[in-house]
């Protein structure tokens, strides 16, 4: 079985739906960070059958509420002294940027090629988000 | 600095002190004439417009400003495939204020998010209108004497027509206002608008039926159903005469109705209802140029 060292610092993103490891890396944009980055895809569960994981070494901030969007049971430990010291919480974000494009063809957003998709939470319980340009709905 | 891109960009506080201003520029417009003297308004109308664009205009020139700008996209860099962001940012070496059209909805915000001047959306697409909402609050406290607890019907093109759901979103914040929405079903008003009103305790009904409706109306709010929201030419044909106002259909109606229309008409309010005392919507497009002067002169800080 393929073995990653455990951390001593950082966070462990667990849970994820197996094959949407890459997607959350590109996501929290881990590609810019200098620490060790260990991305496991497949991996064995027992809840899941088959799981990924990301595991950050030495830095616990990032920002991770994107993961509250995209699948609200990933877990997330952050570890520290190589203990978990907390298991975080996730919930909605309260705006998706870059995350969710919008599909209103009469949004400025179909032509106006640099501005960032910015949506923002306007139903919790439904989870709904709507474009901050146009107001259209994404569900 | 200041941009109105949608209505509650003012509070309701400043709504109520800009209709207080436009309502003394109203009075005597000679004590406003040289309050923008050397300022330059860039008017950027992407579609056409008459009412809005000359309104703006005409306020900024009242004045004593100037005005540059274009009147439709085909004589701008647009044409050329420039952004509105870039098309702001030059707008802001040459003006000192700036009012946009633009037929993509979200088009001012972008703009704001560029700009070194105040921007004024003057429409954008089918989603906001605020200097309207403005010019309709403005006719309706003259004429009734107060915006709240009131029953206001709007008619007509409820899915695309931007100064509906900027109305709406206007008084749905001062209390006691009650909302009828008479529409045919394809153009009904969009579930985003519906959550506001419930999200504010508003009460509100959607009917088929105007005439049945008509006689518990304050306000009846007339709008057209517009070619250019429709992506195919046959559900125009069939829907544009679906809700017309007409003597026969105001017999029912309240003696101290007041109905109001954006314009342009088209057929929607018969020619005969302009005799009406009830009509005022040539009274509303005059309130439309002074609320833009106070509100050019509140976002220069004049």
């Known amino acids: 079985m393929l073995s990653i060292d455990s951390i001593e610092k950082g966070v462990v993103i667990d849970h994820i739906k197996a094959g949407k490891a890459m997607q959350i890396y590109s996501y929290l944009n881990l590609d810019v960070l200098d ?13 899941l059958g088959k799981k990924d994981i990301i595991k950050i070494e030495d830095r616990i901030d990032v920002d991770l509420n994107i993961l509250g969007y995209m699948d609200p049971n990933i877990t997330v430990n952050v570890i520290e002294g190589g203990m978990i010291t907390s298991k975080l919480k996730l919930t909605l974000p309260d705006r998706l940027v870059n995350v969710i494009k919008c599909k209103n063809p009469r949004c400025v957003t179909s032509i106006e090629q640099e501005i960032a998709h910015v949506f923002k939470l306007s139903d919790k319980q439904q989870k709904v988000y709507r474009c901050v340009y146009c107001e259209q709905e994404q569900k | 600095m200041r941009h109105v891109i949608e209505p509650t960009d003012l509070t309701l506080e400043e709504q109520s002190e800009l209709i ?22 860039a008017s950027l109308f ?43 940012r030059v707008a802001g070496c040459y ?37 309207q909402t403005y010019t309709d609050i403005l006719t309706i406290n003259a004429v009734k004497g107060r915006l709240e607890n009131m029953t206001v019907g709007l008619c007509g093109d409820l899915k695309f027509g931007r100064t509906v759901h900027s109305l709406i979103k206007t008084l749905s914040l001062h209390p006691g206002n ?41 306000i009846l709010y007339m709008t057209r159903v517009q ?21 026969a259909k105001l017999e029912g109606a309240k003696p101290d109705l007041a109905i109001l229309h954006p314009l342009p008409r088209v057929n929607e309010i018969s020619v005969e209802v302009d005799k009406d005392p009830r009509a005022v919507y040539f009274y ?18 004049l």
């Not at chain 2, 999200?199 to 509100?204: I, L, N, S, T, V």
């Open chain 1, 35 to 47: 620490c060790s980055v260990a991305v496991i895809k497949n991996a064995k569960s027992a809840k």
């Open chain 2, 20 to 41: 207080a201003e436009a309502s003394l520029i109203m009075r005597n417009p000679s004590r406003y004439a040289e309050v923008c003297r050397g300022k330059i308004l």
């Open chain 2, 46 to 88: 992407y579609e056409p417009s008459t009412r809005t664009r000359l309104s703006f205009e005409s306020a900024m020139i009242s004045l004593g400003g100037s005005v540059i700008g274009f009147a439709s996209g085909d004589v701008s860099s647009a044409a050329k495939g420039e952004s509105i962001a870039d098309t702001i």
């Open chain 2, 95 to 131: 003006a000192d204020i700036c009012a946009i059209r633009h037929p993509k909805e979200g088009s001012a915000l972008v703009a704001s998010q560029f700009s070194t001047i105040p921007v004024i959306n003057a429409g954008d697409g089918g989603h906001e209108h605020p200097t």
């Open chain 2, 178 to 218: 009650k909302f009828l929405l008479a529409s045919p079903e394809e153009l009904a008003i969009p579930d985003y608008i519906k959550w506001i009103l419930r999200d504010r305790g508003c009460e509100f009904e959607e009917t088929r039926d105007l005439e049945g409706a008509i006689g518990k109306m304050d």
């Open chain 2, 227 to 247: 070619k250019e929201r429709f992506f195919n030419e046959e559900d125009y044909v069939r829907l544009k005469d679906s809700y017309i106002l007409d003597m």
């Open chain 2, 284 to 301: 509303q497009a005059m309130c439309g140029k002074f609320v833009r002067m106070a509100l050019i002169k509140k976002l220069l800080d």
